[in-house]
């Protein structure tokens, strides 16, 4: 067991740099000054540089392969599987190729922040061309490496072992009745009228509350804090897991779900294997089972109605009381569904479209089938197909609102919608055992959800690949059924 | 030039690994949760190596020999000085002798933290001794090295170019009449009653006023912060310097002149050489300047009569309206003459005495004139003679109050007084060019002094060596007279 063994020091030490990366990283979006900008880009640039040296290290190929043939147990197997894909994912592409990225995303991402509200495609495509030129040719090496499709190879970075295939046919599904869906969902919801909340909400009481729904989910203190920053996320390291928000005087709500959701990833993360921390195979195992999680709890519990009667309460002690925050009209709030430009604005309903959308296009751009310049007619056409929403010349919040492609982040997007889908189907599972759960969500009585996801999801952390872990856990493997029965039951 | 610039290289990615460790260190008083130090500790320790192995790269000393020869500005002159200096730190010991430091710190540091408590010096001593077994160990390697006496050695760490010589004269003179003169000030002060602030003060108005004081004294909060941690320090980086305080809510005093303090620190680290923030030679001179900074602020500003005039309105303000916040009260309550058992609690008078009494233990210790068994006899007849306080058998609140010797920092302790010699010595020459300073410091007019100590000291960084810096500021080298009649000025 030699050559594993040596693997998990050198694996400990990139852990290490990992710790270091994820604590500034989450320092330069929650607490830099404006001024700091610089000296921490190039201080990151190096702990870049010195993370690439140990995973680069001319060793490690000839221990990987010695360590197959090693007596390892269960998680060791999974372990060393799981460094085999860091270690691919770093030297199966060489270095040239991994700098010139870096330089042309930092400068296409750069320039997209002016030229996306400036509505200057025009200015944006030079530089997209050559992200996607980039892309295309890492999905080339990395296909012919490991012998998979083009946009497949890019989505495996995200969702190791999900294949386009599995992707169109369970979005070809989504598409046929979604439309429709929205449609009758919005006609149902036009006779039920919804009392707006008025602001304004004193930030340091939206946090307060913001704080006790978070020990109501049972966040844990000790090991984590809740900070602000302009794009919510979820960072930090395991036992100090860092969640942010952001807050606005005149719409409590959407920050406060964005609460929910990321203590759902906090939680992961908080309870990934303990013994396994510094090693890869305690890592979640994929960006939708990580979705997946911020999901359960803002769409699986935050926006059900048992979770806003027990909210209700706290809501009216932090922001007073209002019409407004009766349980009703909290559901509706947080229910509305209405079809619209932006895909982080976007309802529970409409959101997969969106995600449909930037699927088709950016796969059918990896695989060369169109190219850059043929984005924004397909998006137009897209948008009206399935939200009916025009975005003729309206870049800016068409296909220049997202910052994926700009760093050449193809195959991501899915996962966004996939974690809705897992998410449906572990609460799908957990009513079959526990048909009342709304009535443990009404009384805050949590841990029949939590000790289930506890079980079956956190403390697994990569040990099995996404099919097994979700057959282990529900019995099957992705069934998206469970996310249409969820709908239907929530919005006809 | 070549080897120059090679070092430059180099240096500037040990910049950058400074940051990383500034910005995590920083985290790890001010932001991180109670879980975190585990892995926050191995983080930090890889980071260490990783300097560690940059700073001995084999090609360094060649490289330092080589950039002699070539032709190098003032500025690449002195900063290749500097270098030289970070080499020999870390180059001059066996690897061998600073892990085994490091592990004996750690022990006896992590031990003190429940035996001072504990006021247990029987247990204290056993780690102590070998703390000073391995620092006399250091002495003796560093002094053969670079032809220095033992202590000096070990103090040209921390004062770069002083030597115990010069601390025996300016301290053999201060002992002679401190004694005398704090006798002096206390019976002068016991017929001018003080009346004591009534708390409790909000935290959030504490940390308000002392936001707008540091706005007063030009703290750029573009490129800083402040914050809350349990022993308040001055960190970040250049461009981001992070300050902080701990707040009392029956005392606003302390923490309000602690940001004062803090705040003179880090206006220096904001000012410091702007085109050479990446290399040595912008670093802070040595610790006494740096406390000379934040004594400037503390002492010759804060606790000067002209600035409790201008802030008694600003501190009414926030915490209401009180006969204690008159001016006058104001200047009593920051100038109260007391000797008492603790340091970092104790008076500007009084403080001197604390520092003397170490330097003359830790210098006989490290000499050998004396062991670490030994010292709560000295200290008590110590105590005794420069303050008149009975410290017998009570360890704690004596020679275990500190954490600097657990962690082998010997030849620190006299910084503190130099700096608020350096201080007074700045202060006096700026009055010889405007006599009515003080005027300018109650209309909170404070351009002339900050202009005066941004040319002199902070854009200056290590340019110059002390002697030379403090002299082409104020004509002289340091001259603990000018200390002397501040103190007589303000006490008597």
Known sequence: MRAYQSLEKTFARLNNLDHLSSIVGWDYAAMMSKKGSGSRAAAMAQLDVMRHEVITDAQLKALLQSAQSETLDHWQQANLREMKRRWEGEN?????????????HGRCEHAWRSQRPANDWKGFLVNLNEVVALARERADRLSQARGLGRYDSLMDQFEPGTRSTDIDRIFGDLK??????????????????????????????????GLEIMQLLQFDFDGGRLDVSTHPFCGGVPDDVRITTRYREDDFAGSLMGIVHETGHARYEQNRPNDWLAQPVSQ?????????????FEMQIGCNPAFMRLISPLIKKYLGDQAAFAPDNLGKLYTRVKPGFIRVDADELCYPAHIILRYEIERALIEGEIEAAQIPEIWDAKMMQYLGVDTKGNFKDGCMQDIHWTDGMFGYFPSYTLGAMYAAQ???????????????????????????????????????ETDALVTKATGEALNPMHFKAHLQARYL
Chains 1, 2 share one sequence.
């Open 284 to 296: 979640a195992r994929s960006m939708g089972i990580h979705e997946s999680q911020s999901l359960s």
């Open 176 to 209: 046929t009745w979604l439309p429709t869906f929205i449609a009758s969902a919005q006609k149902k919801q036009a006779s039920e009228p919804v009392i707006t909340a008025q602001g304004p909400f004193a930030i340091e009481q939206q946090r307060a509350l």
């Open 92 to 104: 199966l592409l060489p270095a040239a190729l991994v700098e010139k990225q870096a330089i042309v």
């Open 426 to 464: 572990y609460f799908a599972t957990m009513r079959k055992t526990k048909p009342a759960l709304d009535a443990d969500i009404e009384a805050g009585q949590f841990q029949f959800i939590f000790d289930w996801l506890k079980t079956n999801i956190w403390s697994m952390g990569s040990q099995l």
